[in-house]
């Protein structure tokens, strides 16, 4: 079997952690893997299947012999680095925001649009965690029931914003358990026993702007420009896991039976709908899985052929690395590496 050399540019952070260890559980044909970060980082070494790899500063001459760059060093170092590496014939998947909405960029989740990748030029998004999710629990009913209109209210854990700000919430927590005061540096306000509706910056139109992207990635993923999407995304105190309420109206009527036989044969979602004994999804239970979760399936009540459901994944896992790894397996298995 051919293998590869892979580069993670990021790879102290949450998520280039998480693409280590994918990449040792799913067994990923690697020949090479280069760890870059920044000068903090570099020269110190990771463990990788019992051998150690040194973490390797990024400059413009990494990405020579690379076949596969996975980037998560935030969006200003893929919108530097990305065209090095292309240049260099890497191809790269990349998980910032930086590139997701340029027409010639395939966005990809792989249970959905996997034959988007047939047209990349050397570059592929990973659509942001929470469009990712929405995505899988809409797309399988949208097949056979064309969604219409979705309201989506999202709360999203900190490791959203990085291995940082998990410290913040724990420290936060300490001090005011303790009496004491904090001082917010991550968030604009105290994150701990409180909950912020402001994800990103705020737009001219009064979404934030990643509520503006639960929009436009969710359609351009599924391939629906057509949906009309209206998002609230709410910043939590949880450390992993992105939980969403979808209130959708589809074109023709669906009974919560019919959309759990359609969810439960999906490929990458899980269905947990028990209300009689308190089983629905949580982000406690979802850190560390790979599916997405999916329960408190019912009528929405205020629609005539309306569904409210409860969405659940580990953001850093399916939302991020996991789903990136899973474009570079199909980009092998279909020859398009
Ligand atoms: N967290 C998520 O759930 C999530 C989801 C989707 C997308 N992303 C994307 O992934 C990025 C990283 O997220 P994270 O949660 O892993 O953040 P993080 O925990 O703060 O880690 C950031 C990583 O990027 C490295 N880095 C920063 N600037 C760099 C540069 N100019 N050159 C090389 N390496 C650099 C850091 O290296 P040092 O150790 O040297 O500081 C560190 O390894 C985010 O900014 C976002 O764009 C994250």
Known sequence: MKSYAVAIVGATGLVGQEFIKILQQRQFPLGNLRLFTTDRSAGKKVSFSYQDVLLEELHSSSFKHVDLALFSAGAEASCHFVPVAMKDGAVVLDTTAAFRLEESVPLVV??????????????????????????????????????????????????????????????????ILEGKNVIPHIYPHQIAFNLLPE??????????????????????????????????AVRVPVYIGYSAALHVEFSSKITPEEARGI???????????????????QPWVAAGQDDVFVGRIREDISLPNGLALWVVTDNVRKGTALNAVQIAETLIERGWL
């Open 110 to 175: 792989p249970e959905i649009n996997p034959q988007d990748l047939r047209r990349h030029s050397g570059l592929i998004a990973n659509p942001c965690c929470i469009a990712i999710q929405i995505a899988m629990a809409l797309f399988p009913i949208h097949r056979v029931n064309p969604v219409r209109r979705v309201i989506v209210d999202s709360y999203q854990a900190v490791s959203g914003s990085g291995a940082s700000a998990m410290e913040e919430l724990s420290l936060q927590a300490r001090l």
């Open 199 to 232: 994800i990103d910056v705020f737009l001219d139109n009064g979404y934030s702007k990643e509520e503006w992207r639960i929009v436009r990635e969710t359609r351009k993923i599924m391939h629906a420009p057509e949906i009309a999407i209206s998002a609230t």
């Open 263 to 281: 969810l439960g044969a999906s490929p990458g979602v899980r269905v947990l709908d028990d209300p009689s004994v308190s089983l629905y999804p």
